[in-house]
């Protein structure tokens, strides 16, 4: 079956962490860009980090360099989402997504919030 399947999501505290999973399945996730998107409330869904097939090519929005890392592991066919220094502007549902066959996951919700 062809899917992504996130998990990590959760309520967080302002300035906490967080680390989301993404999970491929049924494509050959080893070859594939990754993306992780999220959309806030009211607003569109943008992108915020890349990262290559062999993670040699890395991007973030702006909004959230120095604080967000994402890597994967290829032998697990699995993205990560390492979320520092958490800001409530941060609240949003968070979606893994494979571009070149435009998969996305089933989103996981992330709140920032005292």
């Known amino acids: 079956q062809v899917q992504l399947v996130e998990s990590g999501g959760g309520?967080?505290?302002?300035?906490?962490?967080?680390?989301?999973?993404?999970?491929?399945?049924?494509?050959?996730f080893n070859k594939y860009?990754?993306?992780?998107?999220?959309?806030?409330p009211g607003k569109e869904r943008e992108v915020v980090?890349?990262?290559s097939s062999a993670s040699g090519v890395i991007n973030y929005v702006p909004s959230v360099k120095?604080?967000?890392?994402?890597?994967r592991d290829n032998a697990e066919n699995t993205v990560y989402l390492e979320m520092k220094s958490l800001k409530s502007e941060d609240t949003a549902v968070y979606y893994?997504?494979?571009?070149?066959?435009?998969l996305w996951g089933q989103g996981t919700q992330v709140t920032v919030s005292s």
């Open 11 to 28: 309520l967080v505290q302002p300035g906490g962490s967080l680390k989301l999973s993404c999970v491929g399945s049924g494509f050959p």
């Open 49 to 51: 980090a890349s990262i």
């Open 33 to 40: 860009l990754m993306q992780w998107h999220r959309q806030a």
């Open 96 to 102: 893994c997504h494979a571009p070149t066959s435009n």
């Open 66 to 71: 120095g604080r967000f890392t994402i890597s």
